[in-house]
């Protein structure tokens, strides 16, 4: 797996074509979209299953195989990178990925085995990406939201759309802290979508901070810029099979948001897929692609969803009305996330 990440980086670093929009690399695909980067990345993602940060290597030393650790591969990652690259990764139970340069690109679900994928966002004029981390204080039981601000979530006109992580959720506190993040953010001008997942295993940026062992806490994603257009669709538990699935993936479709330069993304529960729909497997995706079939999807199955029903489009005019505040947080769901960056080449 470190070979092929290796490769990806190398091919990255030496490409001189242009990018349509941000490309992923599938593990254990071919990552042959890298021959289609142009520029250096400003800000990655990347998402692997446990089974990927943690399997064995050779040791050439005792000429055996050991067991290696997230953070040994995290860092082998990040120096593949150029160093003011922002960089978050992410561990999760399962993964869906969209393999660039095969004939089909069609996206799935590999809820076993090991697998990963990263998305490098060259720059983008009109659009700003950031990562942020809000880790639990465990002296405080209040979280500070001037941090907001400081993670430009607050006073941030131009702020579309927040990727939300939440780590450690089996801590105590967890959720109540997860609450206290989510719920400041819940505006109708904004997109929020994400999930519960294993762990972070990499978080560079300018205001880094090291994850405490025994602590929660919530990383994510920032995109913001006048021209990002949004929507999301939530899959509850009734969504149980193709008419159902469909039915929601045309309201995603109903948004109208554009998909030329458009990433997809799932937030998935571990309880869903082919366990959820009766032994048959990439249910979802399939859906996904029926309706999109130009846009790439990528995301994971973790332990809790965060998301709605949400538009944000170019027009900018949903705002909130009432005092009412959309339910963020669900469990044993889908989230499905359209994120437009703009028409810029």
């Known amino acids: 797996v470190c070979r092929l990440w290796r490769e990806c ?69 990040e120096k593949l990178l150029p160093k003011r690259c922002q960089v978050l990764g992410l561990v999760t139970p399962g993964v869906v990925v969209t393999p660039m340069g095969s004939s089909s690109n069609q996206p799935q679900e590999i809820e076993d085995g090991e697998a990963g994928f990263a998305l490098l966002f060259p720059k983008i004029d009109g659009v700003k990406i950031h990562t942020f981390h809000f880790s639990k204080d465990l002296k405080n039981r209040v979280f500070d939201e001037s941090k907001f601000a400081e993670a430009g979530l607050k006073n941030n006109p131009d702020l579309r759309v927040v990727l939300l992580f939440g780590y450690n959720s089996w801590k105590s506190g967890a959720t109540r802290f997860l609450h206290q993040i989510v719920n400041p953010l819940n505006e109708k001008s904004i997109i929020l979508a994400g999930g ?68 997809g993304f799932m937030f998935a529960c571990v309880g869903r897929g082919y366990r959820h729909y009766k032994t048959k497997r990439n249910m979802e995706a399939d859906a996904f692609r029926k309706f999109f079939p130009n846009v790439p999807l990528f995301g994971f199955f973790g332990h809790g969803e965060i998301g709605c029903d949400r538009i944000v489009t170019g027009n900018f005019v949903l705002r909130e009305c009432n005092d009412i505040k959309d339910d963020l947080l669900h469990g044993y769901t889908t989230v499905m996330t359209l994120i437009h960056l703009g028409s810029t080449k």
């Open 196 to 263: 519960q997942v294993e762990s972070f295993t990499s978080l560079t940026s300018e205001n880094n901070n090291a994850q405490p062992g025994d602590a929660c806490g919530v990383v994510g994603l920032a995109f913001s810029g006048p021209q990002i257009q949004s929507a999301t669709v939530l899959l509850d538990q009734d969504v149980a099979d193709e008419r159902t699935a469909e039915a929601a993936m045309q309201r995603l479709k109903a948004a109208n948001i554009p998909e030329h330069n458009t990433l």
């Open 9 to 77: 980086a190398r091919r990255t670093l030496r490409a001189r074509q242009r990018v349509a929009w941000p490309r992923g690399f599938s593990l254990p695909s071919p990552p042959l979209s890298s021959q289609k980067v142009q520029v250096l990345p400003q800000t990655v993602l990347y998402i692997a299953d446990a089974e990927t940060f943690s399997g064995h290597e050779e040791s050439h030393e005792q000429k055996k195989a050991r067991k290696r650790n997230s953070k040994e591969t995290a860092i082998a990652l």
